[in-house]
């Protein structure tokens, strides 16, 4: 009797604490998706176009760079890569593209239908050119935008570019990540889950899903480190950019044909070897088949490039200042 009265005893108190665990939990996330609900509620607006209401934030003063974000971003994300742009007198545009955030997810969402989304929104800012970065799943709209508007596109950046070429004639076709697996589709799915894991694998994420290494990320200085972790934090709430983010998963994953060949504007292509994503290889190709592109590489830091943050902004300045020729006034 004694033994199965302590047997009761026990459970309870593991029963309490693990009710304790869950209360606890429930609380922390109501707690941090709040806080991200709210952080992505302010500091945009919403233009009203041709192309559909497209949600944006401008910072800065000096000529116009439009920042094109990656896959599970916004233009929070489009922020946080331009800010130190905008710290070194441009005047950064930061857009959320279709079926991010606030930004309407049209029939036709594809890089090119992209693309003329990015020129509707210089025109409804009174912008008539502006150079361009596409970071990430950003870089295949980006392509397009000055392909398609060249007149409205001073100057190309690609960052880290996640688009993977049709095969060029006599040339290898670039090889796009493997689908996700049931987890980290499951993930991409749930606010909570994605939540959860940045708690309890972080380390996991880092790589699976930000493309990362983690050696990198250790060895990085505490600031590339608290970067790093922003962006990471910043992909929630993840639910409000779903669309969008399926959508540049299908456009990886079956890539349309492009043309590099018919660009005829400056473009800096700045790539990582150890990108998990493996971006390195098929950017590398992309940059020779655009006339006069430069390329930086860089062999460590991963898809986030961490640890090369100084450096990489060193590059984004430099190329920028030689081309900003033109200095319209503030966007409205």
């Known amino acids: 009797m004694k033994i199965e009265r302590r047997s009761r005893v026990f459970l309870g108190i593991a029963g309490a604490a693990l009710a304790g665990l869950i209360l606890l939990t429930a609380s922390s996330y109501r707690h941090d998706i709040a806080a991200a609900q709210a952080r992505v509620s302010s500091g945009s607006r919403i233009a009203d176009t041709p192309c559909g209401p497209i949600e944006y ?103 880290v570019p996640a688009f993977f070429p049709q095969r060029a004639a006599g040339g290898p076709q670039g090889q796009p990540p493997a689908p996700p697996s049931f987890v980290i589709s499951s993930m991409l799915g749930s606010d909570f889950f994605f939540w959860l894991n940045m708690k309890l694998a972080r380390d996991t994420m880092l790589e699976r899903l930000f493309a990362t290494p983690v050696e990198d990320f250790k060895s990085a200085p505490p600031q590339e480190q608290e970067r790093v972790l922003r962006i990471m934090q910043s992909a929630l709430p993840l639910s409000q950019r779903q669309k969008g983010l399926w959508n540049d998963l299908m456009i990886v994953a079956s890539p349309p044909r492009y043309e590099p060949e018919r660009l005829a504007v400056p473009t800096l292509v700045i790539s990582i070897e150890n990108d998990l994503f493996r971006t390195y290889e098929s950017s590398r190709k992309m940059a020779e088949r655009i006339p006069g592109a430069r390329v930086v590489r860089f062999p460590t830091g991963g898809h986030l490039w961490v640890g090369r943050q100084n450096e990489v902004v060193a590059e984004l300045t430099a190329f920028l200042n030689r081309r900003a020729d033109e200095r319209p006034r503030g966007a409205r």
């Open 57 to 159: 934030a401008v910072i800065g003063k000096g000529a116009p760079v439009l920042v094109v974000h990656g896959a599970g971003g916004g233009f929070d994300q489009g922020l946080e890569f331009g800010r130190p742009l905008a710290d070194r007198g441009f005047m950064v545009i930061a857009m959320s593209r279709f079926g991010y955030l606030r930004t309407s997810f049209p029939a036709d969402a594809s890089p090119a239908a992209q693309a003329d989304a990015h020129a509707c929104l210089l025109d409804a800012l009174k912008l008539p050119k502006a150079a361009i970065l596409g970071g990430s799943a950003g870089a295949p709209s980006t392509l397009q935008f000055c392909l398609r508007h060249p007149e409205r596109c001073s100057a190309m950046i690609l960052l």
